[in-house]
């Protein structure tokens, strides 16, 4: 029997506790197990443990996939599937503005180990025609993108990735399962880091890969060996969190809307970067292939990097802090965060200026957080 989403959130994967009859999947924390008698070895590192195998359950339904892992954070995630996908002598195709750790073990792992690399600007998708080349092993892109919220025509890039046979990967990490299922739009592996909304609580890291079964099962044998397995407590606290995960989100998405329509008409604000507006590049195709458009946004403040820092001093709900995706509403500033080891001269070809303010929207009161940002912003 197939399940709606709210239920699935709720109640896919949950291990079955015949012996208390619990509602809740028991944290089973041994890491010696009895094997005398089971079906398989278990052991946490092979990512087989009830606590593992529940979340990575509910989070394949969510996706429509097949089977997927859990890891500790959305790195190991990322890197496992990179490094089982691709070996010496292949190249990949990374779409520009990727989260700044995926673009750093490009640049610093990738080479080394003899894995060539071609960053694509994806605004059209026709222009990974003249990147392929036949040593091309797999297509990985990120939408939306941090921190512009820039759309990738999903459906447009694996079309041209499957008429040539590669795998394409994405990281959906911003728009979460709730409003974007890439796998419905021909994608093969979505990834994400679970630190943000799945988890949705800021106080723990994981991360997942979910794709078809033989894909799974090949990534699972360099997984084992890689070892970066998620542990039986932070499984069942982010099984947890996941239950109210289509709530958060679309509370997330709501408040998200309200609050890009209040920036764009503040007199403080020059422009407001958030997909569900009309006036947002990437509009069109996010209406075709989002449910919601998610709880990121980013601004530019009229003023720079010090304004921008002293208006975040003036906060009073909204916390100045790196990471998103939580339950309460935080801002930073890329170019002293995620961009900081961006040069100046490449951080403008992207687009991202000093003045650039990026905001996970929580699920607060959105008045409370309009009342915050309107005093913050006429302080400065
Ligand atoms: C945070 C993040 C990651 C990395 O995840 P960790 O859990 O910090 O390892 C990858 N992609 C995106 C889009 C992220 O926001």
Redesign the pocket.
Known sequence: MSFKTDTVCVHTGAYHDDKMWGVNTPIFTSSAIGYLDADVVRYPRYYNTPNQKAVAEKLATLEKAEDGLIFS??????TTVFLTLLKHGDHVILQND??G??TYFAENTLNRVGIEFTNVNLDNPENLLDKIRPNTKLIYL?TP??PLLKITDIAAVTKIAQAKNIITAI?N??ASPINQNPITLGIDIV??????YLNGHSDM???AMVSTNALTQSIKENAFRFGGSIDANASYLLERSMKTLSLRVEKHNTNAMTMARFLSSHPKVERVYYPGLESHPGHTIAKTQMKGFGGMMSFDIKGNLTDAEKMMRKLKIIKPAV???GVESLVCSPVRTSHAKVTAEERLRQGVKDSLVRFSVGIEDPNDLMNDLDQALKAY
């Open positions: 954070s959305g790195m190991a995630a990322i990727l989260y750790g995926t990120e993108s941090n990281d990490t911003f990834i994400h880091s679970a630190t943000k890291c994981a991360g990471s998103l995706g």
